[in-house]
Every structure is written in C-alpha cells, then in structure tokens.
C-alpha cells in the first residue's frame, strides 16, 4: 500500500550521509569523550565539529554557548529549571506564553510549586502571542522569559524579534524553543536577542537522542542533572556520540537546503489547505493562513462533526501518518492546551488532525491526500450523530453558522448532563 | 497501513473500520442519545422492540476508534434480548466481546451502556403499557 508520511513535526528519516557519519562511532570510533586516551580524544574532536555545525545553524558565535542534552525536553527543562535556580536571589518570576510545548508548560509548574510565580501571556485567535501583555508581564523579579519561535501545535510563527527587543529594554534573559522551526526556518540567536535556544536534530533529519541548548555566555545557569563535569559543568553524563554526529551533519545539511526545503514544502501546505478547503465543508484552519505567520511544514485542521482519532485511525489504515489535538487521542482526555488557548470551541477541537509536512512529499502526496481524506470524512460524518442532527437543523455548526438549531457545545452539554470543557 | 502495528486489538479495529448497525432506525420504539462529559463524545442507539424484546438497534457515534467499536459492539449484543436482560447489560460485556480496551478507553464501553439504557428508558416512556410487562422498567422510568 502507498505510505504518505504526513507527521514530521514527530520524526524524520535519517539522511543516508546522517546516518553514514554516524556509523564509525557505534564501532570503531567507540571512545568516551571524557577519556584522556586517544579513543576519547578522537571523539572529542567529533563533538567540537557538530557542535559547530550546530552553532553555524543558529548563528552563533562560538561552538562553546553549544551543550547538547538528549532531546527537546531535556533541553527545555535546563533552560527553564537551570536559569531559575541559578537566579533564585534576584527573583522568582518567570513569564512563558499559555502556548508553549509541555516541556516548558510543565517544567514551570514545577517550580511553581517549590515557590516559583509564572504569569501566563495569551495569544490571538491565530496562536500569536500579545505584546502587550508580555510587556506589562514582566516585573524586576522576572528572571527568565521562555517564548517559542514557532507553535508546535498550530504552526504560528510568534514575533520573536519583537519580543527579543521587549527583553532586552527589560534586562531579562530570553529562551526560545526553536524545536518546531530549527531546520525549516532561518534562526538568528542574535537577532531573535535569544539568551537560550533549543532544538533537535530528529526534525531536520538527524537521529534522536540528542537535543541541542545554546546558551549565551552571558546568561546564567546551572546544571539540573550532577555527575562528572561533562558540557561545560551543564549537563552531567556521557554524552550520545553518534547522535550527537550525525545530528551535527544533519544541521550541515540544513544550512545549505534550508531555502529550498521550505519553498517546496510551502507550496505543498498552500496546495493541500486549498484542497481541504475545497473538496471538504465545514472544515476550518486552527492558526495563520499559510504565508509569512505560519510555518510552512504544517497544516492543523478542524473537520466538524467528527472526532480527530477516527480520523487519524482511518488514515492510519490507508497508509497516512498524521497527529491529532482531540481528548481522545490525549491519555489525560484533555483537548490540546494550544486549541484551547486560541479559544477553539471544544468540538471543532474534538475533531482535530494535525499534517506536517516534509522535504520528501510530493505533490501527488498531497493529491492523494486531499481525495483520501474527503472520503474519510464522508465516511464518519455517515457515522456521526451531531452530522444528522445538523442536517435536520437540532444543532448548527460553529464554522459556518446558519441560524437554525443549538449549539454543538449546548447539545454536549444537554445529553452529557453536563457542560463540555 | 500496517497490520501488525496498530492502536487497537484486530477485534476492535474490525468494529471501528466495519461498524455492524450503523445508522438510524426509521421507526425506532425507542432513542437514546448520551454523551461523556470527560472527553467529548455522543453515542446515540435506537431500539425496535417488540413483544418485549429487542428485535434491532442501530446506532451512531460521534467518538474515537473505541467508542465507534464499542457502540457497534454493544448492538450486536443486545438483539435477540428482552427488555429485562437488556436492562442488566453492563458494559464488562463490551470490553470482554472487543477482547480488551485500553484502561483509559474503558469509559467508550460504559457510553455504549448508557445509550442502550436511554433508549429503553424513552422506550418505556412511549410505550407505558409495556411497563406492566416488564418488572425492572418501572424502576428506569421512575
């Protein structure tokens, strides 16, 4: 059966010169880092050079603001937690944005309830994030701002310079999560005015298990995990060298296909929004419109009237890999915190599908998709109560509203007994 | 598409891609439309009984790949049964025929209970000549 991978926001395939490269050191080139014999020094150099290439995609200055953790989390974690601790004396204020991945969302929980104070910034009906309100958020005990470039989610490109300069006029450090636009989107630590930033290889095509944490010389931290003085005294264990290499070639690549990857995934998102949009009713696009606010790997739709995991099982089955925001799909039974940020109503969130786009689809791809997933539509729109009781006018539809009939939300709540969340 | 590798046992997966009663019974004796507050979901089943048994559902469902299982499940168990037995139907009887659902799916089987539940509930509504037919009715419809 033909197999469209539409979930690259998850996973990559290796690059076959990633995967070469990394090969000598699961044998070969097998050596600890930390050793003083030739086996480690070999692989030292090894880790000077991705660290380069890591620095090189990001534009930073020095391979040294370059310590690698094993994937996003990790990263995110020693951000958050590393420049808390390590500004404890100055304040305990932190400000993140209510969309930000659960790394950070839940790090800063963490220390919330070790004494921590967070302030929430909201975002617009597209995913953006309020200036305004991160301004007037940060206070002279704010120690640390945490905002992503791009929404993992809803695939918004948040106006990192702008937010870069609000931190910058306020003197307080700023960590970016780049982990959904590294690879796909130019990344600038010095124009973003970024004190941290974060991302990984396995979504431009290098191994999992490694994360990547630029961090400027000037921003404080400290190291969350102890052991051996590894990565500068930040991150203490052996480091995974392999991934840590080819992770390092995977960026290489990125800086040199990094224009034309995006220009042929743009194509491909405008060409199948245009398809949804047009073969399929009711069916709305959760954050910017393909164009300069949006990343162009990614399409979050909302069919109404059917529930996201369906969907996501149907095309699993005719040989489409995709993602979902519904409760269903989520093991808490909890809608995605970004739809709710945005302020989706909870059915159109309940019947969420999340594509994300990569360098190896193709227009067919995308074709094949559309048709595909009208059908599927079809199919569990036949299945579904709310589509009957739409069409003889019981409830109306929150898309495309037609005057006739209560809301979905209302329906929920009469026959659940009650109110959906 | 994979065979080997998918979210759901075979049973369930056949439940979800092949539903059995999909659909509405034109002259149901009795509907019943439920939803679950936890996440979202609406199960609608429709009865039509006659002397006391229940001689066809149907039913639709606005859910996941375990509540459209469950719901297509939960039909096919109830036909042939009367409105005493139906009444006893409990949704252990879902879980074991899909062969096991996730622990955190187990809420899709208690959905399809309680839509079969509603529908005889109104069943006995409409027809409250059958309740003296039927000893535990009464105790439903009160």
Known sequence: ?421 | MSDTYTLYNPTVMEHFMNPRNMGDLKDADGVGEVGAAACGDIMKISLKIKDGKIEDARFKTFGCGSAIASSSMATELIKGRTIDEALKFSNQEVVDALGGLPPVKIHCSVLAEEALKAALEDYVKKHPEAASQVGAVSAVAA
């Open chain 1, 1 to 421: 059966m033909r197999q469209v991978f539409l979930d690259h926001q998850s996973a990559t395939p290796l690059l076959p010169a990633v995967f070469e490269a990394m090969r000598p050191y699961f044998t070969e080139a097998f050596g600890n880092p930390s050793s003083l014999h030739h086996h480690g020094l070999r692989v030292r150099d090894a880790l000077k050079q991705a660290r380069q290439q890591m620095a090189a995609l990001i534009r930073a200055d020095s391979e040294e603001e370059i310590f690698f953790t094993s994937d996003g989390t990790e990263s995110a974690n020693l951000a958050i937690k590393g420049v808390a601790y390590a500004n404890e004396r100055k304040g305990k204020h932190l400000v993140i944005s209510a969309t930000e991945h659960p790394s950070v969302m839940n790090s800063v929980e963490f220390l919330e309830k070790q004494g921590w104070t967070c302030t929430r910034v909201g975002v617009d009906s597209e995913g953006i994030i309020r200036l305004d309100e991160l301004q007037a958020a940060i206070t002279p005990q704010t120690v640390l701002v945490a905002i992503h470039h791009v929404n993992h989610d809803i695939g918004a490109i948040q106006p990192i310079r702008e937010v870069g300069r609000i931190c910058a006029e306020k003197a307080v450090p700023l960590y970016v999560d780049c982990e959904a636009s590294a690879g796909w989107l130019p990344v600038d630590v010095k124009e973003f005015g970024a004190a941290l930033v974060s991302f990984s290889p396995h979504r431009f095509y290098g191994p999992k298990g490694v994360g990547v944490l630029y961090r400027n010389k000037k921003a404080r931290l400290v190291s969350i995990i102890h052991g051996g003085v590894q990565e500068g005294g930040r991150r203490a264990g052996t480091e995974n060298v392999p991934a840590i290499v080819g992770g390092g070639v995977a960026a290489a690549v990125a800086v040199t296909e990094l224009d034309s990857r995006a220009k042929h995934v743009a194509e491909l998102q405008a060409r199948l929004w245009e398809g949804l949009r047009s073969k399929i009713r009711f069916i709305k696009l959760n954050g910017p419109e393909p164009g300069p606010k949006r990343v162009p790997t990614n399409i979050n739709i909302s069919t109404e009237f059917i529930e996201g995991e369906g969907q996501l099982l149907m095309l699993d089955h005719q040989g489409f890999a995709v993602a979902s925001g519904s409760s269903c799909v989520s093991k808490s039974l909890k809608i995605s915190h970004v739809l709710g940020a945005i302020g989706l109503d909870h059915a159109l969130a309940q019947g969420n599908i999340i594509m994300t786009l990569g360098k190896d689809n193709t227009v067919e791809d995308v074709d094949y998709t559309v048709e595909t997933f009208a059908r599927i539509v079809t199919k569990l729109r036949g299945m579904s109560p709310m589509w009957d009781e739409f069409e003889r006018g019981v409830i109306d539809s929150v898309i495309a509203p037609t005057g006739r009939g209560k809301s979905f939300s209302q329906h929920a709540a009469d026959v659940s007994g009650k109110p959906a969340h």
